[in-house]
């Protein structure tokens, strides 16, 4: 059975730093996009950050997070991250996890619906 468990959300300052962790347990994603979406009250799920199995190849949903929020991932713990800094109130928003079994041009990063598995979420919320 395939999980994706979430860790590093919490209460931050306006400007300061999380960093979320996402382990997946049951197979490996090595060779699949892994990504990072949010939802916030009220909101659609977005696109937030993803990467392809190599890492050699990420994607930023815009302007908003780009130079700000930075992922990696660690493909021999099976492990996703996401760095968040200068955080923003606006970044308020349960960020959720998620692996694709697609990989190369098929797979499209910022699609909810190119990923099958999804981890529970992890409340970060920035107070002003």
């Known amino acids: 059975q395939v999980q994706l468990v979430e860790s590093g959300g919490g209460l931050v300052q306006a400007g300061g730093s999380l960093r979320l962790s996402c382990a997946a347990s049951g197979r490996t994603f090595s060779s699949n996009g892994m990504g990072w979406f949010r939802q916030a009250p009220g909101k659609e799920r977005e696109f937030v950050s993803a990467m392809s199995g190599s890492g050699s190849v990420t994607y930023y949903a815009d302007s908003s997070v780009q130079g700000r929020f930075t992922i990696s991932r660690d493909n021999a713990k099976n492990t996703v991250y996401l760095q968040m800094n200068s955080l923003k109130p606006e970044d308020t928003a349960v960020y959720y996890c998620?692996?694709?079994?697609?990989?190369?041009?098929?797979?499209?990063?910022?699609?909810?619906?190119?990923?099958?598995?999804w981890g529970q979420g992890t409340q970060v919320t920035v107070s002003s």
């Open positions: 998620a692996a694709s079994l697609k990989s190369g041009s098929s797979w499209r990063a910022p699609d909810k619906y190119d990923y099958t598995y």
